[in-house]
T-cell receptor
Framework: DGGITQSPKYLFRKEGQNVTLSCEQNLNHDAMYWYRQDPGQGLRLIYYSQIVNDFQKGDIAEGYSVSREKKESFPLTVTSAQKNPTAFYLC????????????FGPGTRLTVL | AQSVTQLGSHVSVSEGALVLLRCNYSSSVPPYLFWYVQYPNQGLQLLLKYTSAATLVKGINGFEAEFKKSETSFHLTKPSAHMSDAAEYFCAVIPNTGNQFYFGTGTSLTVIP
């Protein structure tokens, strides 16, 4: 079955630690995205990648980093510079960039202790 | 800047009653429009999308939405609510200039037995 997987489902981090969230897709999609979801604020775009070895900052990239070394993988690192990292993180992908439906993974809930 | 507004962060309906979730967008040019549904602690699932074809769009689970250019609206409806419809619903837009999804803040639907 094709789809998007995110792991882990729940993640706990101590303040000052970096943590990496995994996102993998086997849909053969070129574009991938990371969103952050907070209650009452909808989804906000962190980073996106249109193609392998290329990525761009979204609206709230500060304190986050990404890589896109393989088409199917787009990991997100939440660094210690992110002041309020506790949130629900969603990864998505689309066939191409712009004007294409985005398909979402199940999400990772990150809690900073 | 493109924005999308969902009126009503919480909507309650009785089982069997009409569901109406409102979405308005700001754009002088009709964009691409989407409705997604999110169940607790899960990713977003596409309900339906408008891509400048028919103005009445039918989606999954009995939902449909009508694009009204004169009102810049894309409201989601379902004739008869079911308990399983209880979830968070997000309206999203890609402007015709198109390089990013913009999500509304979401509407939480409660279905009362």
């Amino acid at each position: 079955d094709g789809g998007i997987t995110q792991s882990p489902k729940y993640l706990f981090r101590k303040e000052g630690q970096n943590v990496t969230l995994s996102c993998e897709q086997n849909l053969n999609h070129d574009a991938m995205y990371w969103y952050r979801q907070d209650p009452g604020q909808g989804l906000r775009l962190i980073y996106y990648s249109q193609i392998v070895n290329d990525f761009q900052k979204g609206d709230i990239a500060e304190g986050y980093s990404v890589s896109r070394e393989k088409k199917e993988s787009f990991p997100l690192t939440v660094t210690s510079a992110q002041k309020n990292p506790t949130a629900f993180y969603l990864c998505a992908s689309s066939i191409g960039f712009s004007l294409d439906t985005q398909y979402f993974g199940p999400g990772t809930r990150l809690t900073v202790l | 800047a493109q924005s999308v507004t969902q009126l009503g962060s919480h909507v309650s309906v009785s089982e069997g009653a009409l569901v109406l979730l409102r979405c308005n967008y700001s754009s002088s040019v009709p964009p691409y429009l989407f409705w997604y549904v999110q169940y607790p602690n899960q990713g977003l699932q596409l309900l339906l999308k408008y891509t400048s074809a028919a103005t009445l769009v039918k989606g999954i689970n009995g939902f449909e939405a009508e694009f009204k250019k004169s009102e810049t609206s894309f409201h989601l409806t379902k004739p008869s609510a079911h308990m399983s419809d209880a979830a968070e619903y997000f309206c999203a837009v890609i402007p015709n200039t198109g390089n990013q999804f913009y999500f509304g803040t979401g509407t939480s639907l409660t279905v009362i037995p």
